[in-house]
C-alpha cells in the first residue's frame, strides 16, 4: 500500500469512529447548493469574494466578482469585463444574540456556519472552522456555490489530517485569491 493513500483510507475510519462516539448515525458532511448557476466570461478572474446577509430576504449569501483586467490588454478600464454573482445558501439562519449562522443538520441540532464578526467598527461574515464555501464548476460551463459543513468534531479530526488533492471541479475559493 503506497503511504501517500493511507490518508485516503483512514478518512472513512475517522468519520466513522466521531459519529459513532457520539452516538450520532447521521452523515458527517452536510453540502448545500446554491440555486443560483451562472456563466462566466472565460476570460475573467476572481477578484473579490464575500459573504453577506439580507436582512429582508433573511438569506445567507456569496457574492464572487469576477474580472477581466489581467488578460485585456488595453488602458482603458470601461473596456473591462467586470461581472458580479450572487448565490444564495438556503437553509441557513441567523441568532443576533450568538452572531451565528447555523444550519439544520436534519436532526434538528444547528450547525454553526458562519459568525459575524466587527473589528474596527468594520461588520463582516466569516466562516466557521467546520463550514467551507466551494465553487463548482459544471459540465455546461456554468459555475455555482456550495456550502460544505462538518459536525464541529468531525472538522476538528479533518484539519489535524494531512491534506490530499481533491476534485479539481470543486475549488475552494480562498484558495483561487492566493498568489
Known amino acids: 500500500m503506497k ?5 485516503l483510507l ?6 466513522w469512529f466521531a459519529s459513532a462516539a457520539t452516538g450520532r448515525t447521521q452523515t458527517p458532511a452536510l453540502e448545500i447548493a ?4 451562472v456563466t462566466v ?5 476572481l477578484k473579490q469574494h464575500s459573504l453577506y446577509w439580507s436582512r429582508n430576504r433573511k438569506e445567507l449569501s456569496v457574492s464572487l466578482h469576477y ?31 450568538t452572531r451565528l449562522f ?22 463582516g461574515i466569516e466562516p466557521t472552522p467546520n463550514a467551507s464555501f ?8 456554468k459555475i455555482g456555490v456550495v456550502l460544505t459543513v462538518y459536525r464541529p468534531e468531525v472538522a476538528a ?8 488533492p481533491g476534485d479539481e471541479r470543486t475549488v475552494p475559493m480562498q484558495s483561487l485569491l492566493q498568489k
Open 3 to 7: 503511504p501517500s493513500r493511507l490518508p
Open 10 to 15: 483512514v478518512l472513512p475510519a475517522l468519520l
Open 34 to 37: 446554491s440555486p443560483t448557476r
Open 41 to 45: 466570461y472565460a476570460k475573467s478572474e
Open 67 to 97: 474580472s477581466d483586467d489581467l488578460y485585456n490588454d488595453t488602458t482603458d478600464s470601461a473596456a473591462n469585463h467586470d461581472e458580479s454573482f450572487e448565490f444564495p445558501i438556503p437553509g441557513v439562519s441567523f441568532d443576533p444574540a
Open 102 to 123: 447555523t444550519v439544520d443538520d436534519g436532526g434538528g441540532n444547528p450547525l454553526p456556519v458562519a459568525k459575524l464578526r466587527t473589528v474596527a467598527f468594520v461588520a
Open 134 to 141: 466551494h465553487i463548482r464548476h459544471g459540465d455546461d460551463g
Open 157 to 164: 479530526a479533518l484539519q489535524a489530517m494531512p491534506q490530499s
